[in-house]
């Protein structure tokens, strides 16, 4: 890119606090085709501008030289398709955070500058991909959240494909007579919703719907997916744009709860045994048929306990309460207790929660039961309970009200499966390698824990975290996984009542809705959503070392018979991870890429030892790094002027070269600055953060045979709002540095 104009904005204080003349003119190699400053560069007559100059004089690339590029992001559009926009912050890195008039001020600005030139200068417009898309949506699961999903979306004009592995839809609710309340007054049961919704699903002319069916594969890519089915008809075939999956989830195992009395004694059932007999209207002692007196409830039942289920499942105490509400309603004379750790009723069901126990006959006590005795007659044995410290209740029917444990893909196949897959290529003998290819084998069908059976190179199914739950952004994306354009809702996503069940459904057609549309205009979802730019890969040199198809958090790419990336370019994020990967360097972006981070990292100035003013490169996500120092600069907080900012996408798509090409360059110190890792990961891209640790701890036993002192790369993890730890950790580094001294390598 040759022609290239630099637009520097003089308001929000830039002028007062540098030299824009001199700014203008900083960069020198290339040397801009133009330039020119505005007192507003934002306001609709300071775009005018830009447009105009973009037309008279051809430009192909634009630097506007003003505020962060995630402010005005409206207001600072060019609109002129084939020019590129490169983003300088002078007010957030330089003039908001450092005194004005300074030297070292003007020096930043100026490197800035220049290090924005260097970028658009070996960048390209992108261009959309231009390939068919299927507007049609495929819910796999009947159930709440999957009726809703099927209606949501057949609702907004897409046809829709709904699959049940049963022969009637309805998931674990079907049957049921009553629901927890959910209109005013919220202190009584209503009639079940089921029936109205199954119909409304089966009556809609835009739902097909197969039950007793299974998926038999999986093929493609958001607005692409092939998908077979298998009915009891046969298989039938067809094109879908989108997936939403809603297979529920099932109880927890109670045989593992023996300490409980179940499975010595037939009158302790699960809260869905009891479930199946108040839909039937019956009532009764498994051992003798008979009314129970008295009917006790053990709230988590194997939940938030580290021996069996971690977690809370969010709607135990919920379906207890709806039970004892219709005991009390078809039995009067039956009495009720119920020993929770804590009964959690969020929102308006606090006021069912208050209605049932003001029922006659109902008991609500908190404590811990430490064993359940008897086998017609039961006691049960409480400790530390409101009761008082070692008492016991009688009962002649008990209810493990258990959590539930989600229908996902068997989390520990899917784990076992990936890392037999990593030893066949990394094995430390061939003999290892044959072992693990005799676990893929066994593994790549784990019969009985299929669901989508995906043809992925990482699995057939979406990874989950530890709990079995699919993986996703909990913070910001919940319906997302990592299988791009395939969203989790319901149960099997995270732990929920049905009510929750039934808005989840909409939330992830809709999410399905939105990604076919950015499909059909080529456009990445999020968080890049409307990026149209898709990695490039220079196969001529590729050495089939799989790194990018194994640490592409997404699935994205596939493999040939010899190992050959293949991209599938509609599932990819455009996060970069791929480009950090490979030690070839073959991939890139068209606005984002190994040598355009290379040469602004080269354009940056670097003082000789003399001047005793060092240089810091700061490698930094934008999703939460960037954000959190633009926070600091709002607050007018100052750091180190000897610290330069590139953001990146992820601090997974740093690559080696580029700190190698600064410490090379006799820049002091790298820092890199990204999301937290771990199994509470914060990463927008699940799990970059975690991948540049790794491939940093290669680099520094590098840095120490070169007589480096490793103590000049350094990698911080810093969540969006810790915005106040910004100017420390840099001020921080910059003593450590000062400490060490100037680089060994400068002058070189």
Request: with cysteine; charged share 25%; hydrophobic share 35%.
């Amino acid at each position: 890119m040759e022609r290239v104009g630099v637009f520097t904005c003089s308001g929000c204080g830039i002028g007062e606090a540098l030299d824009i003349e001199a700014l203008s003119n900083a960069a020198e190699d290339p040397k801009p085709t133009c330039t020119a400053s505005h007192p507003c560069l934002c306001a609709p007559e300071g775009m005018a501008s830009v447009r105009k100059a973009v037309d008279d004089e051809k430009l192909e690339g634009v630097i506007l030289a003003a505020c962060s590029s995630r402010a005005k992001q409206q207001e600072l559009q060019l609109d002129r398709a084939g020019t590129m926009v490169e983003r300088v912050s002078l007010r957030e890195q330089v003039v908001w955070s450092h005194p004005p008039g300074e030297e070292d001020t003007q020096v930043l600005a100026e490197d800035l500058v220049r290090m924005g030139m260097a970028r658009v200068t070996r960048a390209k417009p992108a261009t959309p991909t231009s390939e068919p898309v299927e507007t049609g949506v495929l819910v796999v699961g009947g159930g709440v959240a999957g009726l809703e999903a099927a209606r949501g979306a057949s609702g907004l004009g897409h046809e829709v494909v709904l699959i049940e592995k049963e022969d009637t839809l309805g998931g674990r609710t079907k049957g049921l007579r009553f629901q927890t309340p959910g209109r005013p007054p919220y202190d009584a049961l209503v009639p079940s919703g089921l029936p109205d919704l199954v119909a409304a699903v089966h009556e809609d002319p835009q739902i097909k719907v197969l039950t007793g069916a299974r998926v038999r594969a999986i093929k493609g890519q958001p607005g692409q997916f092939a998908v077979e089915v298998e009915t009891p008809g046969g298989v039938e075939s067809f094109k879908s744009g989108a997936i939403v999956q809603a297979t529920g989830a099932r109880p927890y195992d109670a045989t593992k709860l023996g300490h409980l009395g179940y499975g010595s004694s037939s009158n302790v059932i699960t809260s869905h045994e009891l479930e199946a007999m108040l839909s039937r209207g019956e009532l009764g002692c498994p051992s003798d048929g008979k009314l129970p007196k008295r009917v006790l409830f053990i709230q988590c039942a194997g939940s938030r306990d580290p021996e069996h289920l971690p977690y809370c499942s969010s709607e135990c105490c919920g379906v207890t309460l709806r039970q004892i509400a219709t005991i009390h309603k078809d039995h009067p004379e039956v009495e009720t207790a119920t020993v929770y750790k804590d009964m959690r009723t969020g929102g308006q069901l606090e006021r069912f929660y208050q209605a049932v126990q003001t029922q006659p006959g109902s008991l609500f006590t908190r404590g811990e039961v430490s064993a359940v005795e008897g086998n017609g007659h039961l006691k049960v044995h409480l400790k530390e309970s409101l009761l008082g410290d070692d008492v016991s209740l009688d009962a002649d029917l008990v209810v493990l009200a258990v959590g539930m444990v989600p229908n996902s893909a068997d989390g520990e196949a899917i784990r076992a499966l990936r890392d037999a897959q990593q030893r066949t290529q990394k094995g430390d003998s061939e003999v290892q390698r044959k072992e693990a290819q005799k676990v893929v084998d066994e593994l790549k069908h784990h019969e009985g824990t299929e669901i989508l059976n995906l043809e992925y190179r990482q699995g057939p199914d979406l990874p989950v975290l530890r709990y079995g739950f699919p993986d996703s952004h909990f913070i910001c994306f919940p319906y997302e996984t990592r299988r791009t354009g395939i969203y989790a809702a319901g149960t099997v996503r995270a732990p929920m009542d049905a009510a929750q069940a039934a808005e989840d459904g909409w939330g992830a057609a809709m999410k399905a809705i939105q990604c076919i549309e950015e499909a059909r205009r080529g456009e990445a979802v999020h968080p890049r959503s409307g990026d149209l730019g898709v990695p490039d890969f220079f196969l001529q040199r590729c050495t089939q070392c799989k790194r990018c198809t194994e640490e592409c958090p997404f699935g994205t790419l596939n493999e040939d018979e010899k190992g050959t990336p293949q991209l599938n370019a509609l599932r990819c994020r455009r996060c970069g991870i791929c480009m950090g990967a490979c030690p070839e360097r073959i991939i890139s972006f068209p606005d984002y890429s190994v040598d355009a981070t290379a040469a602004a990292i080269k354009a940056m100035s670097v003082p000789d030892e003399f001047d005793e003013k060092p240089r810091i490169l700061a490698l930094m996500c934008e999703n939460d790094a960037l954000p959190a120092l633009d926070a600091a600069a709002l607050a007018r907080t100052q750091w180190n002027p000897w610290v330069r900012v590139i953001p990146l996408r992820c601090l997974g798509s740093t690559n080696l070269v580029w700190i190698a090409d600064a410490l090379s360059r006799g820049i002091d110190g790298v820092i890199l600055i990204g999301c937290r890792h771990g199994d509470d990961y914060q990463c927008h891209y699940v799990k970059g953060s975690e991948l540049a640790n790794t491939r940093l701890e290669n680099l520094q036993e590098t840095l120490t045979r070169l007589a480096v002192e490793p103590e000049r790369v350094k990698v911080v993890e810093l969540a969006h709002d810790e915005s106040d730890r910004i100017p420390q950790l840099l001020d921080e580094f910059a003593d450590e540095l000062e400490e060490l001294g100037a680089s060994p390598l400068k002058g070189f």
